[in-house]
């Protein structure tokens, strides 16, 4: 056993092993998910045509390699297969009857194709739970378009409610669709696991990223399909109907307040020193807030020009919530971020020390040990031989046909 598996066999999810057919973003952050949480995550990919597209994505690439592909593919194994070869199956089915789950982020129409759905390997391994995190889902008039998570977001609306109101539609500073799609489809699939622990009998778990973005939609939905609500965007990134809940601007920069509850209001203006603004029926209620903020917000925005940042912070803290709008840098400074390690060293022949986020899920009985991502293919043969039990004329057999 490596010096990692000591390190990490403590963690909830050792013993669960999941096929990963993947590539890009949502797929590898799903299994990177499930790999942070011990699971021993295969990663499948195609010899044939270079692997998994994130290798190559640039600022800083190295041969078969990228830091972008090793934030979302550490503590992975890596295998070569081309599934589009006659004996694939030879590979595949006795790796499939070793392993709990079978995941894919293909264009939802291949899953089927290429045999990697539940009907297709369920006479292999009945318990085998295959899970799909598709654009569009595996069914359906758009099963065959492939999608992205900038698509999702203009599809979806969250564009046309995002940005300044005289601005052009904006998407989201993060990939959130992506990343929020990839931890619907960890949660999916860990939940047809419980269940074929339990029964014996696997299934087909299917996520795709427009109904993740849809959901998204939330109450905003709700108001709008239940009462016609007409969603737009505000300026100042401010919440549609609890104000002031928005960012102001400071002598310095910029501060966040959330004022949702109405004491949190009067806190704020009494320690800007204009409590009579608290006791102003105009601004007394959320309702009255929101019918006067033309008249509210300015006279807030004079006053928290007159201090820093920081100063202001000083002031509120405690009283009302509040936060700096901190750079991508300092947010790595902040005190929150190194209490809580969240940043991590993962060690790169390359790349030397690949400065990391960590996973936010913690348990309060085990360790972390981190692994780079694999080389393309990295551990074809240990897999073949140590999990599958293939001979070396096998695996040599199997290379020289270009299955592996």
């Known amino acids: 056993m490596d010096k990692e598996d000591v390190k990490r066999n403590d963690l909830p999810l050792v013993g669960t092993s999941v096929i990963a057919v993947e590539q890009y973003g949502a797929g590898p952050w799903a299994t990177m998910i499930l790999a942070d949480l011990g699971a021993e995550i295969i990663k499948i990919e195609n010899p044939h045509t ?3 597209i994130a290798r190559y ?17 550490r503590n992975k194994l890596g295998m070569t297969l081309d599934l589009t070869h006659p004996r694939a199956n030879e590979v595949l089915h006795p790796l499939v009857l070793k392993s709990d789950a079978v995941f894919n982020n293909l264009r939802g129409d291949l899953p089927k ?14 318990s085998i739970v295959c899970c799909s995190l598709s654009a569009f889902g595996r069914e359906g008039f758009r099963s065959h378009e492939p999608g992205y998570d900038y698509l999702m977001q203009g599809y979806t609306g969250w564009m046309s409610i995002t940005g300044e109101p005289d601005g052009s539609p904006q998407k989201s500073g993060l990939p959130m669709v992506d990343l929020s799609g990839g931890a619907m489809a960890a949660i999916g699939l860990l939940s047809a696991l419980m269940r074929s622990k ?6 087909d778990v299917d996520v795709n990223l427009f109904d993740n973005a849809i959901s998204h939609l939330s109450f905003i939905a709700a108001w709008h399909l239940t009462k016609g609500y007409q969603p737009k965007r505000f300026p100042d990134s401010s919440h549609p109907s609890m104000i002031p809940s928005q960012v102001l601007p400071t002598k310095d920069g910029w501060l966040v307040v959330m004022c949702a509850k109405n004491k949190f209001f009067k806190n704020l203006v009494s320690i800007f020193g204009m409590p009579e603004l608290g006791s102003d029926e105009r601004f007394a209620d959320y309702e009255g807030r929101l019918e006067n903020k033309e008249v509210l917000i300015p006279i807030l925005k004079d006053m928290s020009k007159k201090r820093t940042t920081s100063q202001w912070i000083e002031l509120l803290k405690g009283s009302v919530p509040c936060a ?8 790595f400074k902040d005190p929150q971020t190194v209490e809580d390690q969240m940043i991590i060293n993962v060690e790169h022949p390359e790349f030397g020390s690949v400065k990391q986020v960590a996973g936010p899920i913690k348990f309060s009985d085990s360790s972390k040990m981190h692994v780079k991502a694999p080389k393309l293919g990295e551990h074809t043969d240990k897999i073949l031989a140590e999990k599958l039990g293939f001979a070396q004329g096998q695996i040599d057999n199997l290379r020289n046909e270009k299955v592996i």
């Open 324 to 331: 700096p709008v901190n750079s991508v840098e300092e947010a």
């Open 57 to 73: 994505v640039p600022p800083h690439t190295v041969d078969e390699d990228s830091i972008y592909f090793q934030s979302f593919n």
């Open 113 to 126: 194709k290429l045999g990697l759905d539940y009907s297709s390997l369920m006479d292999v391994n009945p």
């Open 50 to 52: 270079k692997g998994d």
């Open 198 to 203: 339990d029964t014996g009998k696997g299934c």
